[in-house]
């Protein structure tokens, strides 16, 4: 016996809606996000796209990074994007440490990665100016050595 098609027409204009399902069929789908025939990519996604890719951007000329006052697990990614960039891009990587009025172990040991990382490819690595604050935390966990903070 052949199985029942699960699908069914709610009127000739409206693609197959799918039988006692909440969720939409892949026809339906690509009725509502036209799709650029060139990259096979929705419209929808390239807008997505477009916001993530703007918010990920380090400026060009990036020639310091500037520490914020906290300094935490949730601003790593970003730390670590514009560390990188500045070792791509320059001789030298400058790091303002006066406004550090907090600073954790995670974002500790991305600045000993980037200050081994620096030295490996013979390139300064240099934090300055640290706050009180930002050198007492080096300290604690070891790593002021590390991070050249005397």
């Known amino acids: 016996m052949a199985e029942k098609d699960k699908t069914e027409k709610v009127n000739d204009q409206d693609p197959p ?9 892949q026809q339906q789908l690509d009725a509502e996000s036209p799709v650029d ?35 935490n697990m949730q601003g790593v990614a970003d730390l670590t994007k514009k560390i990188i960039h500045l070792m791509d891009n320059n001789d030298a990587i400058e790091l303002d440490g006066s406004q550090v009025d907090s600073i954790d172990t995670s974002t500790l040991q991305v600045l000993v990665a980037a200050a081994r990382e620096a030295n490996q490819l013979h390139k300064d690595f240099t934090i300055n100016t640290p706050s009180q604050n930002f050198i007492d935390a080096a300290r604690l966990v070891g790593v002021a050595e590390d991070l050249l903070i005397q």
């Not at 809606?17 to 069929?25: H, N």
């Not at 929705?42 to 006052?69: F, H, T, W």
């Open 17 to 25: 809606m799918a039988k006692d399902e909440s969720e939409p069929t």
């Open 37 to 71: 025939e060139s990259t096979g990519i929705s419209d929808e996604i390239a807008a997505v796209e477009g916001v993530l890719m703007e918010s990920a951007l380090v400026p060009e000329r990036l020639e310091k990074v500037i520490l914020q006052k906290t300094n």
